[in-house]
């Protein structure tokens, strides 16, 4: 199971979240062609997407696709690009970190105010939760391939010497 979510977590967050989004957008469409509209299906359809972009966040970490610049690692052997590798990881983390402290810091703030959304009524807390659970599964992504890149590094060790 594990195994399972560890492959998988951001998938099915992300195609939920994906599916809820066209079809509230797809009921909003429809019941517009009928002269009748739906206040809370942009709402959702606008929460689904911010939640998707911080669950794309952590899915991009997961699968090493975020951006980067590779002409400098293209020159270095395999050695030198897992430590700069690590490198890049390290400072990625202290920034993921930051925020989502920073992040944690301002939805425990909302949770205080009582704020809701407008049409579907729902604390605001919970919308900008989404930035300390991407942020919080970036870092576990984070964690798990500089311990991947360690792991190769001392096996490139070992077959060198």
């Known amino acids: ?8 977590l951001e998938n099915v967050i992300a195609c939920s979240l994906l599916a809820i989004m066209v079809g509230a957008i797809f009921l909003q469409v429809v019941t517009r062609t009928l002269n009748f509209s739906l206040t809370w299906t942009e709402e959702l359809a606008r929460y689904c997407m911010i939640w998707l972009v911080y669950i794309g966040l952590s899915f991009a970490v997961a699968k090493r696709s975020h951006i980067r610049i590779d002409a400098i690692n293209m020159l270095l052997d ?71 890149t360690y792991e190769s590094l001392d096996s490139l060790e070992e077959g060198g010497n």
Not at 1 to 8: E, P
């Open 78 to 148: 395999k050695k030198e690009q897992h430590y700069l590798s690590l490198l890049a990881s390290t400072v990625f983390l202290v920034f993921a970190t930051v925020i989502l402290y920073k992040s944690t810091q301002m939805v425990i703030n909302l949770q205080m105010l009582g704020q809701s959304s407008p049409a579907l009524g729902l604390p605001m807390w919970t919308v900008y939760l989404a930035a300390p659970v991407g942020f919080g599964l970036a870092v576990i992504r984070l964690i798990q391939q500089m311990f991947a």
């Open 1 to 8: 199971m594990l195994k399972w979510l560890d492959k998988y």
